[in-house]
């Protein structure tokens, strides 16, 4: 009851602000050009410190209106040009033309253009810069530094945020939820998923991230589906620094690491690098981490083209927290580790390789080209107790009369692979009506799975390091695409953007017989979308969007079933919907989404013909909701940026099947218009910031997550209760004359020590003729705290 409380008083106040007055009184228009007296359509038009902006059109032409009586700094920003600010003084009606400079030097933010949604794409985004993201960087990983945006729930294995950390946006997880680096893919091609732990303190090499929920727009690699994640690092430093952050806190958690550029030295030529360590004990018993990675960036820059090689790699050891706290412990050890073998570990190495490359072929035409490696080798250790020898192809053994099956032994399960390809992207901007993207990519996995016997309490026939699997995988991704945006009037826009993609899979999985054999897999794509924005004036925007996303199953869907039994891929068909109002002193945004899966893959219980309980299609079910976001600068002192997003997320059928120990079969139960495993209704979250001095920011982060459920069924005895969570935020600058900045943050998570869980599993079945289940649940930290210093050169 108190959580539905204080959700309805939170949701009071963020109500109360569309109230807000307005003090509009002038105009002010103009052109935006360049140097050569060429119009500017894109250009990026706002006043600084405030949510007052316009994007030039076609002509290049720019209007604000409503603005109150007074001096204002005006920033105009194109990409490839210099940016221009400059004051302005506003007592009247008035005209003012720009024109902004060629940039001295070719910019990053070309490389990711294309992949990006942009104020035209008429698709549900948000971006998240360097200093947001440098606000919440104590020594989490990347995914917690993103909890307070819309949509968005994290989760910790470990509870502290550190180590193995996920992330859903609108229900949608890591295997559905595409993730690039500077355009080039990191989802694993096999899970799909995403492990933020093989990139530890990645979010310091960071510049920015653009988050896109349901289909969005076209990118590269697996899982483009229900979100994607664009994250670019490159940012040309022109100026050398040197910078060093040291944090701490509870569990034992530290980070440290240090930052250094060369700047833009002569001949055009920049040197970046990053060294991290990070450790943490966790809230979770024994549930350590142990993390170290670096990143070196090296690049040549000219007036038209410029090339980045990036190399950054991350090593991890932590101690596995997998399986969760079962639900009869949880009420008295919350922070229950079921593993005692000292060495119940993962280990992991990663290391990446992108050479990145983008020239101008002229005014309108640019080329954006980039090759990729990634390098992943590395085991995880486990204890395990009277396995069946036979299930590591080993003989009985036999002692006298005796016949021993089953042995006490510890195995190491490894993963050796190789990622590679290309990506690229041709960019036509003709300063007209029309700006466009051809683009695609090309990579190759190839995975070695094998597992090795450690040590036997009965060998058998067994010697050390024994391989008692051995599976090696291919699988090969294309895919084109083409994205065109056109002004179809002075108020009108539209987008078409059209993708192609093949994925073809070689792995070692069952006949009909029951047999490992190696199989293949070939599936081909057609992703459509389009929308249309329209601009009302220079204050609202209306949009709407159509858009399909079609996606394979993951490696286990594939090798725990035959041909005969295998599932099909997943479609979605995802409308969106939107109004967006940029005022004087707030911006807000409200969009409707309806996304309509057909052959959905999820778990239902049923065992395969191969013994697995592998996920199947459900035919249909469908995701629908509003998300709304507010920002607004109350006062000089006070802003508060919020977020709400209400939602259905329905399976129409689903059948669960249960194992019936009584029987010794299963059981079927249909359960008709069930909620989506593990997606709330409501979803929250809130910074509310206080800058009572010069330096000074204080705020409260509050985020509510509402219930889920961890089946499909709907079973109030298999679900996750709502949570609602503060932190509190202090941030002290300093500038003194032997640095550039000394920057103290200090971070007190869960100030009222909530007890909750973020995520979970869930076994039924049937016993003594009752159904019964068992609950698993993944605690997160109570009360506890980070503190930091950045010192910057």
């Not at 020239?359 to 390098?375: D, G, I």
């Not at 040590?455 to 026939?461: G, H, L, N, P, Y």
């Not at 249960?658 to 029987?663: E, V």
């Not at 218009?673 to 509310?688: E, L, R």
């Amino acid at each position: 009851m108190k959580n539905t409380t204080t959700y309805r008083v939170f949701l009071a106040l963020w109500l109360g602000l569309f109230a807000l007055p307005a003090w509009a009184q002038f105009t002010l228009s103009g052109t935006v050009k360049d140097a050569g007296g060429g119009t500017l359509p894109g250009a990026a038009v706002a006043i600084e410190g405030t949510f007052k902006g316009a994007i030039a059109d076609a002509g290049g032409a720019y209007k604000l209106t409503n603005l109150p009586k007074g001096t204002y700094q005006l920033r105009i920003s194109l990409v490839g040009y210099e940016p221009v600010t400059q004051p302005v003084t506003i007592s009247q009606n008035q005209s003012l033309n720009v024109s902004l400079e060629k940039s001295v030097v070719a910019v990053d933010e070309v490389v990711v253009s294309a992949t990006r949604a942009n104020e035209k794409s008429a698709v549900a985004y948000t971006n998240v810069t360097q200093r947001d993201i440098r606000k919440l960087n104590l020594g989490q990983d990347l995914p917690m530094m993103l909890n307070f945006t819309p949509s968005v729930v994290t989760t910790s294995d470990a509870g502290a945020g550190v180590g193995y950390t996920g992330i859903r946006i609108r229900g949608s997880d890591a295997t559905r939820v595409n993730v690039t680096l500077n355009g080039i893919p990191y989802n694993d091609a096999e899970s799909q998923g995403t492990f933020w732990v093989n990139m530890p303190d990645f979010s310091s090499s960071v510049s920015s991230i653009q988050i896109q929920r349901g289909v969005g727009t076209s990118t590269n690699g697996a899982g483009a589906f229900g979100a994607s994640l664009n994250v670019q690092t490159n940012q040309l430093n022109r100026e050398p620094l040197a910078e060093v952050n040291l944090s701490g806190g509870s569990f034992n958690t530290r980070k440290a690491n240090i930052l250094a550029s060369s700047g833009l030295l002569k001949g055009g030529f920049v040197m970046d690098a990053r060294l991290s360590a990070i450790k943490s004990d966790g809230y979770i018993d024994r549930a350590f981490s142990d993390l170290k990675s670096f990143y070196v960036s090296g690049g040549w820059y000219g007036k038209k083209s410029f090339v980045r090689l990036n190399v950054f790699s991350g090593k991890e050891q932590t101690y596995q927290a997998w399986n969760g706290v079962p639900e009869a412990i949880l009420a008295t050890n919350r922070r229950y580790n079921e593993y005692t073998y000292d060495n119940e570990t993962d280990n992991y190495q990663q290391d990446q390789y992108q050479l990145i490359t983008s020239h101008e072929l002229s005014r309108s035409w640019r080329l954006n080209v980039s090759a990729f490696y990634t390098k992943g080798r590395g085991y995880y250790e486990q204890y395990r107790e009277g396995e069946k020898l036979s299930k590591y192809s080993l003989p009985n053994v036999i002692i006298g009369r005796d016949t021993i099956r089953t042995t006490d032994i510890i195995r190491r399960r490894w993963l050796d692979n190789d990622f590679y390809g290309s990506v690229f992207s041709l960019d036509y901007n003709g300063r007209g009506r029309l700006t466009a993207n051809f683009g695609g990519g090309w990579n190759q996995y190839k995975g070695k799975h094998y597992g090795e016997i450690i040590w036997a309490r009965f060998a058998s026939t067994s010697n050390i390091r024994q391989r008692y699997y051995d599976d090696d995988a291919t699988k090969t991704d294309f895919n084109l695409y083409g994205k065109a945006f056109y002004q179809l009037a002075t108020r009108l826009n539209g987008f078409v953007d059209l993708q192609v993609r093949t994925v073809n899979y070689s792995f070692l999985g069952f006949n009909s017989q029951l047999q490992n054999v190696t199989q293949d897999a070939s599936l081909s794509f057609f992703n459509p979308k389009a929308g249309l924005t329209y601009t009302i004036n220079d204050q609202n925007t209306l949009y709407g969007s159509f858009g399909v996303g079609n996606k394979e199953p993951n490696r286990d869907d594939y090798t725990q079933s035959t041909p005969t039994s295998r599932p099909k891929h997943e479609s979605l068909y995802d409308w969106e919907a939107g109004f967006k109002r940029q005022a004087q002193r707030y911006a807000f945004t409200a969009n409707a989404y309806y996304m309509n899966y057909r052959n959905q893959l999820v778990l239902t219980g049923q065992i395969n013909d191969v013994g697995a309980y592998n996920r199947v299609n459900v035919p249909n079910s469908y995701r629908a909701g509003v998300e709304l976001e507010l920002a607004t600068v109350l006062s000089r002192q006070w802003r508060w940026n919020v977020n709400a997003t209400f939602s259905q997320n329905k399976v129409k059928t689903f059948t669960e099947y249960l194992d019936n120990f009584d029987t010794g079969d299963q059981r079927a139960i249909t359960h008709t218009n069930t909620d989506i495993s593990f997606s709330p209704s409501v979803i929250a979250g809130s910074q509310f910031m206080y800058t009572p001095v010069k330096n000074l920011e204080l705020s409260l982060l509050t985020k509510y997550v509402g219930k889920q459920y961890l089946d499909n069924t709907q079973n109030e005895s298999r679900k996750l209760n709502p949570y609602f969570v503060n932190d509190i935020r202090l941030i002290y600058t300093l500038k003194p004359k032997f640095a550039d900045t000394i920057e103290f943050t200090l971070l007190l998570n869960n100030l009222f020590s909530e007890l909750y869980e973020s995520n979970g599993y869930t076994y039924a079945y049937i016993s003594e003729g009752k159904v019964q289940a068992d609950n698993w649940y993944f605690p997160q930290a109570t009360r506890n705290f980070l503190a930091g210093v950045r010192l910057r050169f």
